[in-house]
């Protein structure tokens, strides 16, 4: 019974604070309801996240130019600044619920439901793939989207518009990512769905996409809309994840 695919569920929790939004990640990571989660959201006010190796004082210059808060996330890679766009974070137990049990395949599933999401948006996206690295250990302070992997997407221009990490512990994998609608301040020369698409594309407009592509393509039609329980707001609440 235990290899029975169980019910995706899908937690649509909008706009919050930086370390909320870090603090409810690792709530669902390590909740005592283990079922699948996918969780859509974004940021306010807008943030700067750090990878979780990176000196934050590498950073802090950039971000009070901006007025950005700063904060951590739990997983590697670049920094990242978070302001018009959708996040999407997984919490699942790999190998169980279509969740693949090998971190790269993990990578090409997830990322091929995002590709077939946002093209039917008009935003054309693909695998850097070729010659570049599987992974990136980012320079000290060094932003996301300025480095490639084998495994982001671009647009038909080069530009990174998707990239995403994961974090697996105890059993269990933490896989979010981030997708700019419109471009970052910090990094203007990346890409965004917008750009892609060549219009504007709007969060809910995304979501929705992100929702129907996952029911079809990753949770065999069993996503169901869900909220967090009592015990995982409260842990979100406490904010300790991701606070400086």
């Given at each position: 019974m235990g290899d029975v695919p169980?019910?995706?569920?899908?937690?649509?929790?909008?706009?919050?604070?930086?370390?909320?939004?870090?603090?409810?990640?690792?709530?669902?990571?390590r909740s005592e309801d283990d079922r699948p989660a996918l969780r859509l959201y974004g940021w306010r006010p807008a943030a700067l996240s750090?990878?979780?190796?990176?000196?934050?004082?590498?950073?802090?210059?950039?971000?009070?130019?901006?007025?950005?808060?700063?904060?951590?996330r739990q997983t590697g890679g670049g920094a990242i600044h978070h302001d018009d766009e959708l996040t999407f974070s997984i919490a699942a137990?790999?190998?169980?619920?279509?969740?693949?049990?090998?971190?790269?395949?993990?990578?090409?599933?997830?990322?091929?439901?995002?590709?077939r999401a946002l093209a039917g948006l008009g935003a054309e996206l693909h695998p850097r793939g070729g010659d570049a690295p599987l992974s990136v250990r980012p320079r000290a302070a060094s932003m996301c989207f300025e480095d490639h992997t084998a495994l982001d997407l671009l647009d038909e221009a080069g530009r990174k518009v998707v990239?995403?990490?994961?974090?697996?512990?105890?059993?269990?994998?933490?896989?979010?990512?981030?997708?700019?609608?419109?471009?970052?301040?910090l990094t203007p020369e990346v890409g965004s769905v917008s750009r892609a698409a060549g219009r504007?594309?709007?969060?809910?407009?995304?979501?929705d996409a992100l929702e129907a592509a996952f029911r079809e393509g990753f949770c065999g039609g069993a996503l169901e809309p869900d909220a967090l329980s009592a015990a995982e707001s409260a842990a979100a609440g406490s904010g300790i994840t991701g606070r400086l």
């Amino acid at each position: 019974m235990g290899d029975v695919p169980r019910p995706w569920r899908l937690l649509r929790t909008g706009f919050d604070a930086p370390v909320w939004n870090l603090s409810c990640d690792e709530a669902l990571l390590r909740s005592e309801d283990d079922r699948p989660a996918l969780r859509l959201y974004g940021w306010r006010p807008a943030a700067l996240s750090l990878g979780r190796f990176q000196p934050a004082e590498a950073f802090t210059e950039r971000a009070r130019a901006l007025g950005l808060e700063v904060v951590r996330r739990q997983t590697g890679g670049g920094a990242i600044h978070h302001d018009d766009e959708l996040t999407f974070s997984i919490a699942a137990t790999p190998g169980r619920d279509g969740y693949p049990a090998d971190t790269v395949a993990a990578y090409d599933a997830v990322h091929a439901v995002l590709c077939r999401a946002l093209a039917g948006l008009g935003a054309e996206l693909h695998p850097r793939g070729g010659d570049a690295p599987l992974s990136v250990r980012p320079r000290a302070a060094s932003m996301c989207f300025e480095d490639h992997t084998a495994l982001d997407l671009l647009d038909e221009a080069g530009r990174k518009v998707v990239g995403s990490a994961q974090r697996r512990t105890g059993g269990r994998v933490l896989h979010h990512g981030s997708i700019p609608l419109t471009v970052p301040a910090l990094t203007p020369e990346v890409g965004s769905v917008s750009r892609a698409a060549g219009r504007a594309v709007g969060w809910d407009e995304v979501a929705d996409a992100l929702e129907a592509a996952f029911r079809e393509g990753f949770c065999g039609g069993a996503l169901e809309p869900d909220a967090l329980s009592a015990a995982e707001s409260a842990a979100a609440g406490s904010g300790i994840t991701g606070r400086l």
